[in-house]
T-cell receptor
Framework: DAKTTQPNSMESNEEEPVHLPCNHS???????IHWYRQLPSQGPEYVIH???SNVNNRMASLAIAEDRKSSTLILHRATLRDAAVYYC?????????????FGIGTKLQVIP | SAVISQKPSRDICQRGTSLTIQCQVD?????MFWYRQQPGQSLTLIAT?????????ESGFVIDKFPISRPNLTFSTLTVSNMSPEDSSIYLC????????????FGSGTQLSVL
């Protein structure tokens, strides 16, 4: 599996934007970039994913570098409920289900 | 999206005993995954459970310690056998979903403490 590197922790003030970086320098052409988050005492939940182009959904935006070796998850206005561990993972898009390897993730603290 | 019900949500067990964790999905899925999350750590895949075949275990996990059943396409169990304090973890089941199975959906986990 191609590996990802994330900062162990980040802080943000409430209602400010948050940019969570992820490096994946060994990404292959068939790897999608996925983000999940794990709220306290819950299982991880899907946030967003993309291949080459930037992506937006109701939860967040995903900005992917042109060379695809890094990406940034953007929370436009952090709330206290966004305090969680955010995982950046790579998944091969080729046929069938590919098992997922989780790294240590980034623990986001939101300050009121 | 898939809705996953996982039981029990937490348990405290004695050393040497076994605990069976249940995972019920609201739709039929081919694959189910079992993860372990040790305190303060990330998720580690234990095994992949396919209906109608033996589960596939990851390196470091064996069937005798973590037997898995998959009787149908909506249900699976993971048993943690002959428990020791080192087995104290959160255990999570997960299924793929979405239009092309591109997403993973997780249960809320089972918090296991072994005394």
């Amino acid at each position: 599996d191609a590996k990802t590197t994330q900062p162990n922790s980040m802080e943000s003030n409430e209602e400010e934007p948050v940019h969570l970086p992820c490096n994946h320098s060994t990404i292959s052409g068939t790897d999608y970039i996925h983000w999940y988050r794990q709220l306290p005492s819950q299982g991880p939940e899907y946030v967003i994913h993309g291949l080459t182009s930037n992506v937006n959904n109701r939860m967040a935006s995903l900005a992917i570098a042109e060379d695809r070796k890094s990406s940034t998850l953007i929370l436009h206005r952090a709330t206290l409920r966004d305090a969680a561990v955010y995982y950046c993972i790579l998944r091969d898009i080729r046929g069938g289900y590919q098992k997922v390897t989780f790294g240590i993730g980034t623990k986001l603290q939101v300050i009121p | 999206s898939a809705v996953i019900s996982q039981k029990p949500s937490r348990d405290i067990c004695q050393r040497g005993t076994s605990l069976t964790i249940q995972c019920q999905v609201d739709s039929q899925v081919t694959m189910m995954f079992w993860y372990r999350q040790q305190p303060g750590q990330s998720l580690t895949l234990i095994a992949t459970a396919n209906q109608g075949s033996e589960a596939t275990y990851e390196s470091g996990f064996v069937i005798d310690k973590f037997p898995i059943s998959r009787p149908n396409l909506t249900f699976s169990t993971l048993t943690v056998s002959n428990m020791s304090p080192e087995d104290s973890s959160i255990y999570l089941c997960s299924v793929p979903g979405g239009p092309t199975n591109e997403k993973l959906f997780f249960g809320s986990g089972t918090q296991l403490s072994v005394l």
